[in-house]
């Protein structure tokens, strides 16, 4: 497989099936090279990921990311495999050691260490005697800090870091080399309303600044404690989620690509609050408005 340049990452949690329907059919007529989606506690990610594909044409769908406790190291090659083997090369697997109160608290389960875990479950993969082969591997990480980064490079096609900056996009391209895709996810709110922009990204941001994973993150790519307390300042909300006019906005998405970012995967929220994308954003940057 071929990453394309663009892609779409879609909240799909709350999704009805003909949302999902129109989703998978409307990036692809879109040209979007890829739809990136979650998984938290609703739609299982190997089960939306065929609906998705089953939906499209020529789209890539991309798990991002899929939680490693949800399913054993043999299921998810045996997932990566069937998806792939079933609708031409058009899945890869993103995958996540996902976050404690998700793991321990909502599946029961006890939360390793993040590197070492998400190490022993790629080594299973590998070993892992699936009789079903694929037309290839398309396996990437999420991926924040750079142990994690080095990992994505040394087994798997590439990472997907998320909330971040083109600095850290510039970080992880030094650390996971030339040859590995690097697919960054960048949240916009497309309106040149201060007030409407700042408040859609405090609601965004809020889950994930209760995180420690992405706090450390953001310590280290420069922004402080003071920074990230009370909802996060205006600096942090500004770099979190784009806003303004198109321009500005295109700006902040090419800052990824110069920094290092082989794909951009576009998260539109709506200005209005919907938890449906925002379509008027996705058609504004779809891919050849690139040119």
Not at 53 to 60: I, K, M, Q, W, Y
Request: hydrophobic share 40%.
């Amino acid at each position: 497989m071929k990453m394309g340049k663009f892609g779409a990452w879609i909240p799909t949690n709350s999704l009805t099936k003909d949302q999902l329907i129109e989703l998978a059919r409307s990036l692809d007529a879109l040209a979007y090279d890829t739809l990136w989606y979650p998984e938290s506690t609703s739609y299982d990610s190997l089960s939306l990921g065929g609906f998705l594909l089953s939906h499209s044409e020529r789209l890539v769908v991309a798990s991002g990311i899929a939680n490693i406790y949800a399913r054993d190291a043999f299921t998810a090659v045996a997932g990566h495999n069937s998806l792939n083997a079933l609708y031409d090369d058009r899945f890869v697997l993103g995958l996540g050691v996902s976050h404690t109160p998700l793991v321990t608290g909502r599946r029961g389960h006890e939360y390793g260490k993040p590197v070492a875990t998400m190490r022993a479950y790629l080594e299973e993969m590998e070993s892992a005697k699936v009789d079903l082969e694929a037309p290839g591997r398309n396996v990437v990480l999420a991926a924040l800090g750079p142990k994690m980064l080095e990992l994505s490079r040394d087994m798997t096609e590439g990472a997907l870091p998320y909330c971040v900056t083109p600095e850290h996009t510039a970080m992880a391209r030094e650390i996971i080399g030339s040859e590995r895709w690097l697919c960054v996810e960048q949240k916009i709110c497309f309106t040149e309303d201060k007030s409407v922009a700042r408040e859609v990204a405090s609601s965004a941001m809020a889950r994930y600044l209760e995180l420690e994973n992405y706090r450390n993150s953001w310590l280290r790519i420069g922004f402080s404690e003071s920074e990230l307390e009370g909802g996060g300042n205006e600096r942090f909300l500004d770099s979190m989620v784009l806003w303004g006019s198109e321009d500005t906005i295109r700006r902040g998405l090419q800052a990824h690509l110069d920094a290092g970012a082989s794909h951009i995967a576009i998260q539109p929220i709506d200005p209005g609050g919907n938890a449906t994308p925002d379509w008027h954003a996705l058609k504004t940057f779809a891919p050849e408005s690139w040119g």
